[in-house]
Nanobody, 119 residues
Framework: QVQLMESGGGSVQAGGSLRLSCKVS?????MGWFRQAPGKEREGVAT???????RYADSVKGRFTISRDADGTVMNLEMNNLKPEDTAMYYC????????????????WGPGTQVTVSS
């Protein structure tokens, strides 16, 4: 069973930055970050595979950067110029076959870490 654990969430003012990390047990070909705000569906933020192919949601392009280590056991999300609409619970996930922003493509999930951006 693959286990994931996020860290790095917190509260910042608009325009600030946060760095999320996800530790993953075992090697994972394909991983991603998702978020879910209250009353909204879970949405893909960014995904990456073992060849470092990337995909970002349009809403975060140019502000967020996803990365992973060579072993595929640590994945990071650098978030800059944060906006109040980025406020959500952020989840890391793995187990996809191809990079995707669709939550249904991922098998394993972490418990989440809260990100709150105030205006």
């Amino acid at each position: 069973q693959v286990q994931l654990m996020e860290s790095g969430g917190g509260s910042v003012q608009a325009g600030g930055s946060l760095r999320l990390s996800c530790k993953v047990s075992g090697y994972n070909k394909c991983m991603g970050w998702f978020r879910q705000a209250p009353g909204k569906e879970r949405e893909g933020v960014a995904t990456i595979d073992d060849l470092n192919y990337l995909r970002y949601a349009d809403s975060v392009k140019g502000r967020f950067t996803i990365s992973r280590d060579a072993d595929g056991t640590v994945m990071n999300l650098e978030m800059n110029n944060l906006k109040p609409e980025d406020t959500a619970m952020y989840y890391c996930a793995s187990g996809c076959v191809l990079i995707s922003l669709r939550p249904t493509e991922f098998r394993y999930w972490g418990p989440g870490t809260q990100v709150t951006v105030s205006s």
